[in-house]
């Protein structure tokens, strides 16, 4: 078995993950990072979610690294792309017009940015990239993680690789350390009693987690594309759930903020203005017109002829998958929840192209195209399922709805910490549950990522560097988004290499005021916020 020697060790190649490896290695440390068959890049690319931003990212509110990925999103379409004149000229270009975010645009896009961003670090030989990889099993002496065992998973892999780490960092969809490490840690809702949150359940529902969703992306153009009818249908057809006002297979479904039914719409290639579209999710949460919520490519941005039909990103309520989750439970039981979230999102697909209702008084939208060549894939879907829900570490400090919750925070604004190594914002937004659970999307205040949430309580070199922080299940709902999963991986990253570099240990910089003062000066250094200015929530 192949064995390597590094200062910092960081599985799974997410936002996260790309985070910490940057950091990392920008400040002087050795690194391995690993991922399994799928592109790096997680939510953003992989999972094929177009970023879930707060309303001022264009002004403030994320690190420094984050911006310059997006602006190289969009300088890689100004270079690559042939845009109009006037969507050339457009600073804050967004390319898909979509209304979830000022910025959608092609998974495949911000693949390149990142492969680009680490590349110095590669070509210096700072940066091993160990791909397809699996954690399998890890080595602990007493409360430190000493070597990680990573598996193949796939073609091009070699055989086992042993890493020995100084540091090591889950940066995992579903906090995979966690439990190889003998890590403490959280699954699915805690109790009222524990967490104090209102909230929170009356007892603790380890399995109860978020539905995760398999999307896809499609385009609409001349011909028929539907599908071969998924073995399944009849099955997902026939699905009405508790919460839900009718069917599943529908354009109808709670609205997340009111529970109230809302009644959707889909109107593919509609003759809008692209460069005028705002998208603010404070304003207005854009949900109930989903060809234009998550697209990714809105045609009248490029040159005429370029697009035949815009593209857009199906990341819909009806593909919400609510059986079971997809871990924790046992292999087999897991691999047919994954397999259930791929039925259901082709069986929505295949109900919009032969049953859905069309503006017209039709039905049915045999013109709907899968476009799985911009995501990576032969069968159409993203590479991986999109994971709203992880493994959390139990860590010195856990993030309550008390610290962030608008309605309980009011004019006095999310918890302050003097341990803060970051910033973010988003609604407490929670999906439909495999408990039965339905939306919980409540107003937050612009919150603060405290050091203690990233440092378990007893390991002494494993941090996380995703949705595994000590969150709680309800405010994983507002933690668990782009631009703070890649704060969290950045603070992470920075702080193992801090270690490295003065041999201080986290929980050591964690508790002593001067080195916690060095270690928030580096990331300061960074363009890292560490608080908010004056500014409400929603």
Request: glycine share 10%; hydrophobic share 40%; net charge negative.
């Amino acid at each position: 078995m192949k064995e390597v020697r590094t200062d910092v060790l960081v599985v799974g190649g997410g936002l996260g993950g790309v985070a910490a490896a940057l950091a990392a290695t920008e400040h002087g440390a050795r690194v391995v990072l690993t991922e399994g068959k799928r592109w790096l890049g997680g939510q953003l690319t992989a999972q094929a979610t177009p970023p879930d931003e707060h309303p001022w990212v264009e002004m403030l509110g994320v690190t420094a690294s984050y911006r310059s990925m997006r602006e190289g999103i969009r300088a890689y379409y100004r270079r690559h792309y042939p845009l109009t004149a006037q969507a050339l000229r457009t600073r804050q270009l967004n390319p898909g017009a979509g209304l979830v975010s000022r910025l959608c645009h092609e998974p495949r896009v911000a693949v390149a940015v990142l492969e680009a961003m680490l590349a110095p670090a590669r070509s210096s030989g700072r940066l091993t990239v160990l791909r397809p990889y699996r954690a399998e099993s890890a080595a602990v002496d007493g409360d430190a993680v000493t070597a990680v065992t990573l598996a193949p998973d796939g073609e091009g892999a070699d055989g086992p690789v042993t890493v020995q780490a100084r540091y090591v960092i889950d940066a995992t969809e579903t906090g995979e350390l966690l439990p190889l490490t003998g890590a403490e840690y959280v699954t699915g809702a805690e109790s009222r009693a524990e967490t104090g949150e209102p909230s929170a359940k009356d007892t603790a529902e380890p399995l109860t987690m978020q539905a995760a969703s398999w999307c896809f992306a499609v385009d609409h153009v001349d011909g028929d594309h539907t599908i071969d009818r998924p073995a399944t249908y009849d099955h997902w057809r026939s699905v009405r759930p508790d919460i839900w006002p009718g069917p599943l297979l529908a354009f109808s479904w709670p609205n997340p903020r009111t529970l109230e039914p809302s009644a959707g719409w889909l109107d593919p290639n509609p003759d809008d203005d692209p460069l005028a579209v705002e998208a603010d999710q404070s304003k207005d949460a854009g949900t109930d017109d989903l060809w234009r919520f998550r697209r990714i490519a809105a045609r009248g941005l490029f040159a005429p002829g370029a697009y035949a039909s815009d593209i857009t990103l199906v990341n819909w309520p009806m593909i919400d998958y609510m059986d079971g989750p997809l871990f924790e439970v046992p292999a087999e039981e897991a691999a047919k929840h994954r397999a259930g979230a791929r039925e259901l999102a082709l069986s929505a697909l295949y109900w919009m192209q032969t049953e859905a209702p069309r503006p017209d008084g039709g039905t049915g939208f045999p013109s709907l195209r899968l476009r799985g060549d911009l995501l990576g894939t032969d069968d159409g879907l993203a590479q991986d399922v999109y994971t709203r829900e992880s493994r959390r570490i139990r860590a010195v400090t856990t993030i309550r709805e008390d610290d962030v919750s608008l309605a309980i925070r009011g004019e006095h604004g999310a918890t302050r910490y003097a341990d803060s190594v970051g910033i973010g914002m988003y609604r407490i937004d929670l999906h439909p549950s495999t408990g039965g659970d339905t939306y919980l999307d409540v107003a937050s205040a612009p919150f603060q990522i405290p050091l203690g949430a990233l440092l378990p309580r007893r390991l002494t070199n494993l941090l996380p560097a995703a949705k595994n922080i000590g969150t709680t299940h309800i405010t994983n709902g507002a933690y668990r988004l782009h631009p703070v999963e890649w704060n969290i991986g950045e603070a992470a990253g920075a702080l193992a290499a801090h270690c490295v570099a003065t041999g201080r240990t986290p929980h050591g910089v964690h508790a002593t005021p001067g080195h916690l003062d060095d270690y928030r000066s580096l990331l300061a250094g960074r363009g890292v916020p560490l608080a908010w200015p004056e500014i409400r929530g929603y």
